[in-house]
């Protein structure tokens, strides 16, 4: 199947009332460990490549390898995706590439680290919004602004200082006409998001779901979703690692979620824990191997066997197969005749 349009996969999702992850990658064995999973659980899929991710492989290299699996796996939908464009031109420079989907993060200026206002936030998404619609490309939005920092990239600080208004949302949805609207709730990016099992006094569902009331067809994006369980902690601590004590996303919240219009979970760290605890047992125990895929094969098993579990807690395990791709030039057009609306349904208070 060619790439698809991430706005077809999330429609498809909200009327089969699921949610599908978008899993962050870097490299070739990251992107053969998410279409194993797909494979073997028979499901549409986001890949993901933040920016560190397209300096670190290159760019081609990257977008390549993706274009690679979408020819190795026909039957799955795969959504190609720039996570957190951090201006115009970065997410400008994907589309031009050959993405099928950008976020624009205007929640932080362009540096990636300071909060924007509202007003810029509204200006840059909708610039991209225009431009990318009229290409066939769907765009991401956030509002509000999550917590931690990854790879020089976020606001740091514990994910509550700027929780999402869903008055914000609704005039944010309204004014820039995004496919899907990531909103902050108390997550952060990285392994260190809870110091405690988190509770709802800490990840702010009752905001998730006064939004969903407000907004109840706009598809609500996760980030910071990983679950960081302990046996994958324990795994890198007991080969060497220095983990400290640490709780993720309970993924009963993020089910809980995607009964309330989350249609896209963002999942990377996760599958960086899982990858890391594969290479340090290999190498731990078996001090004398040299053989690069001697760890890259556990390491690449082990993302998968999350993937998968992710794929089925989400629920589009099994749901490759419910469509067939749209063009992007059908979907381009569709946003000009009308028939891809870009105005949000809002419920009134
Ligand atoms: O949003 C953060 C993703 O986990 C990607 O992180 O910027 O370190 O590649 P990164
Ligand atoms: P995690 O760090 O929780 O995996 O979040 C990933 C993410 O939100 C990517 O945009
Ligand atoms: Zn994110």
């Not at 067939?324 to 979907?331: D, F, N, P, R, Y």
Request: aromatic share 6%; hydrophobic share 40%.
């Amino acid at each position: 199947m060619p790439l698809v349009s991430m706005r077809q996969l999330l429609d498809e999702a909200a009327k089969g009332g699921y949610g599908v992850g978008a899993f962050n990658v870097n490299d070739m064995e990251q992107i053969q460990a998410i279409m194993a999973a797909a494979k073997e659980t028979n499901s549409p899929v986001i890949i993901q490549a933040s920016r560190g991710a397209r300096s670190f492989a290159q760019d081609r290299f990257l977008f390549h390898l993706i274009l690679a699996a979408a020819e190795l796996y026909p039957e799955i939908p795969i959504a190609m995706h720039q996570d957190h464009g951090n201006s115009f031109e970065t997410c400008k420079s994907a589309i031009d590439l050959g993405y099928t989907s950008v976020m624009m993060d205007g929640s932080l200026k362009e540096d990636g680290k300071t909060p924007a206002s509202f007003e810029e936030n509204v200006a840059v998404t909708k610039r991209v919004v225009d431009f990318a619609h009229e290409r066939g490309v769907t765009v991401e939005g956030e509002i509000g602004v999550l917590g931690g920092v990854e790879d020089g990239h976020g606001a740091g600080g514990t994910g509550l200082e700027h929780v999402t208004d869903p008055d914000q949302a609704v005039e944010f949805a309204e004014k820039t006409g995004v496919d899907a609207l990531a909103i902050a709730i108390g997550t952060s990016h990285g392994a260190y998001k809870f110091t405690k099992k988190p509770d709802g006094s800490v990840l702010k569902m009752d905001v998730l779901i006064a939004i969903h009331k407000r907004l109840p067809n706009t598809h609500l994006v996760m980030h910071g979703s990983s679950s960081v369980p302990k046996d994958l902690q324990d795994i890198i601590n007991k080969y060497g690692g220095k983990l400290k004590e640490t709780w993720g996303v309970p993924v009963e919240e993020i089910q809980l979620g995607i009964r309330n219009g989350v249609r896209k979970v963002n999942v990377d760290t996760d599958n960086r824990l899982a990858m890391t605890g594969a290479i340090r047992k290999v190498l731990w125990e078996t001090p004398e191997k040299f053989d690069p895929r001697d760890y890259l094969k556990p390491a690449r098993e082990a993302m998968q066997k999350v993937v998968a579990q992710r794929m089925t807690q989400f629920g589009q395990a099994g749901h490759a197969g419910d469509y067939k791709a749209v063009s992007i030039a059908e979907i381009a057009k569709g946003y000009k005749n009308g028939s891809l609306s870009t105005r949000p349904l809002v419920a009134a208070k």
